[in-house]
């Protein structure tokens, strides 16, 4: 019987840690680069498809296939430092002190959750428009504080619907000044440079159509969040939130402040005296120059600053990894030929009138796999422009329809939710039936500004 019982056991556990493993598994398949390997797959098949014919040996058109893809996996490294850049100076921003101190002191002010979702709706969407890994921990952030100061006052909060609201400046960032797709193609050697040509952010981010389309969502979203609350408000439930870290000014060297304000004064220059004068000189580069300058004026101290940025290189660590095998799937889709068979395809059946819709549509479709704005334009970008080409359609527009596509569906994709989370607390069960509101009432705006405007 002893025996039997031990046996029982080891039976027992090795069933335990099968179910352990798929569950992992799972879990793997399910996350971003599970995703990304099973577009990979995807991409690498129709490649294959494409190559081979009568006159194509299978095996060949395999080689040839895995040689695009490799080929490819480095085409995107320098692009891939950009996007790292963005997310660890917006972090390293985001997580000094004074800015945690005056975000706790903004907490204060709301004396009901209508007021304080209002306020995190406006300050995450604000921060999201200057730099969107900002806007997310800064979202985050005062979402956590907002809702432990109406618990202090004693008045009814909802913490799910908070974070909700501070995870708004994810769905209106890429018509901000940190829009990697529309940074990009400002910038004057951008991938698609011989194609289209350089668009300037005049004809796209600070256009006035881009102005009043992200405009009215910011006002649409607050305007839903002030509503949701009037129906969602609760008793306080005690919940697990994070100690963030915040980092202060150093005092033992100024080496950081003199080299921030040199490269201010370099961007001054360059906007008043350098070759391409005004606004037409910002793009992605100038951008991430401008966050770099600040992140070391604020902190002053190399010391200080070299600690936060390592904060803000941590979080963009998926960057690093994933964005390569975006070249790659660039790499199949460009080199067999692919790009032009999709864009000859999808232009026999679309028209002036449904392409920016369709776009629209497929590049929120498409983030849930790809999950990262400036990874995606490098796959489905080639072939939006190909296809606009095609239709005699404005590049500048359908790089916002595109825009748009992406930001509405970062409200149901949990790859840059995971920080608001652990900062807020919640769990994403309670989290995403409020944001499928927000993205609801958001895709239905959307679609109709790109129905009239683009």
């Not at 825009?403 to 409200?411: E, F, H, M, P, V």
Request: include cysteine; hydrophobic fraction near 55%; proline fraction near 3%.
């Amino acid at each position: 019987m002893e025996n039997l019982y031990y046996y029982s056991v080891i039976i027992e556990t090795k069933k335990d840690l099968s179910r352990g493993r798929t569950s992992n598994f799972q879990i793997l398949i399910f996350s971003p680069i599970g995703l990304v390997s099973i577009l990979t797959f995807l991409t690498l098949f129709l490649g294959i498809w494409r190559i081979s014919g009568p006159e194509q040996n299978p095996f060949n058109a395999i080689i040839l296939s895995l040689s695009f893809w490799k080929d490819g996996f480095f085409s995107l490294l320098a692009f891939t430092l950009q996007m790292m850049m963005v997310l660890a100076f917006g972090f390293a921003l985001a997580i000094y002190r004074p800015i945690n101190e005056a975000l706790r002191n903004l907490s204060a002010k709301p004396g009901n959750l209508s007021e304080a979702v209002l306020l995190v709706a406006a300050v995450s969407q604000f921060a999201g428009l200057l730099n969107w890994g900002f806007g997310l921990i800064t979202g985050a952030l005062l979402a956590r504080f907002v809702h432990l100061a109406l618990v202090e006052k004693k008045q009814k909060s909802n913490p799910e619907l908070l974070a909700a609201c501070g995870y708004l400046g994810m769905a209106v960032w890429h018509g901000g000044l940190s829009a990697s797709s529309l940074l990009s193609i400002a910038e004057a050697k951008h991938g698609l440079a011989n194609e289209i040509g350089i668009i300037p952010v005049t004809e796209t981010i600070l256009s006035i159509q881009n102005l009043v389309v992200t405009l009215g969502l910011v006002l649409v979203f607050g305007l839903t969040a002030f509503i949701i609350s009037k129906k969602s408000a609760q008793e306080y439930q005690e919940n697990e939130m994070q100690n963030f870290p915040s980092v202060s000014q150093g005092k033992e060297d100024q080496l950081a402040l003199w080299l921030g304000l040199l490269f201010l004064v370099i961007l001054m220059l360059d906007l008043v005296f350098g070759g391409n004068r005004g606004l037409s000189s910002i793009s992605l580069n100038w951008v991430i120059f401008l966050l770099f300058g600040l992140s070391l004026i604020f902190y002053r101290s190399w010391n200080n600053f070299m600690i936060a940025t390592k904060e803000g290189l941590k979080s963009s660590l998926d960057i690093f990894i994933q964005f390569p095998f975006y070249g790659g799937i660039m790499g199949v889709i460009l080199g067999s030929g692919l790009l032009v068979e999709l864009a000859g395809w999808t232009a026999s059946w679309a028209t002036e009138s449904t392409f920016p819709l369709f776009t629209f549509y497929s590049a929120a479709l498409v983030n849930f796999f790809i999950p990262s704005g400036g990874g995606q334009w490098a796959v489905q970008g080639p072939l939006i422009m190909k296809t606009a080409e095609i239709l005699k359609l404005s590049f500048a527009k359908m790089a916002l329809a595109f825009a748009y596509g992406d930001q509405i569906s970062n409200l149901l994709q949990p790859f840059w939710a995971l920080p608001l989370l652990s900062i807020s607390g919640v769990s994403v069960r309670k989290l995403l039936p409020y944001c499928l509101m927000f993205f609801g009432v958001g895709i239905v705006f959307l679609s109709l500004m790109i129905w009239l405007f683009l």
